[in-house]
Each structure stands twice: as C-alpha cells, then as structure tokens.
C-alpha cells in the first residue's frame, strides 16, 4: 500500500508563494506518474500538475502554467508543487495523487493512491 503525506499549505495573501511537498512510503516512487489535484468548495476536483517518473514530462493545467512549478526528487520519495502568484481562486484542498502508469493522465478515476490534502487559502 502507497501512503501519500502532502504538506506546505496555508494561508498566503494573492501574489504570494508557497510550496507543497508530498511524502511518499512506495518503494517503487521512482516508477510512479505524481499528480497535484485540487478542490475548491462546491466544485469537482480538477487537475493542476503532472510528473512522470523522470522528471522529464510534466503536464499543467491553463490555470497553473507559468506560476506553478511541479518537480521531483526520487531519492527522498517526495514530489512537489512550487506555486506562485497566487490568486484567490487557487484557494482549495490540494491532493497528491499516484498512479503506476507510463503516461500521464489527467483523470483523477486514474489514479491509484491519494494523499489527505492540503488546504491553500489565498486572502485577497
């Protein structure tokens, strides 16, 4: 069993930065396709970011490209979300999300293993 841990949220003002990280136990880590998701109250979770296993395809949403960075460090078992410029919209519940896939996909129903989230708020 995969167990996701994310971290990193918070409350930011708009404009400002944070960055999340998301802890894995898989022994297979570096085989595996890492996701960020979100959900904000009331909407569907959506798709934010994606990584292969090398690092060397990633994936972005509209809303995130050009202020989010999604990267990987396999040694220590973690992916993360780099973000900034942020903006009262980006406010919600951020997953991390595994799948032992070889290609990226943006469909959360693809994804085998899920964090608890983290909530990003973002005051206006």
């Known amino acids: 069993q995969v167990q996701l841990v994310e971290s990193g949220g918070g409350l930011v003002r708009a404009g400002g930065s944070l960055r999340l990280s998301c802890a894995t136990s898989?022994?297979?880590?570096?085989?595996?396709?890492m996701t960020w998701f979100r959900q904000a109250p009331g909407k569907e979770r959506e798709f934010v970011a994606a990584i292969n296993w090398s690092g060397g395809d990633t994936n972005y949403a509209d809303s995130a490209k050009g202020r989010f960075t999604i990267s990987r460090d396999n040694a220590k078992n973690t992916v993360y979300l780099q973000m900034s410029s942020l903006r009262p919209e980006d406010t919600a519940v951020y997953y991390c999300?595994?799948?032992?896939?070889?290609?990226?996909?943006?469909?959360?129903?693809?994804?085998?293993?899920w964090g608890q989230g983290t909530q990003v708020t973002v005051s206006s």
């Open positions: 898989a022994r297979t880590f570096s085989h595996l396709i």
């Open positions: 999300a595994a799948a032992a896939r070889i290609r990226i996909s943006l469909m959360p129903e693809h994804y085998d293993y």
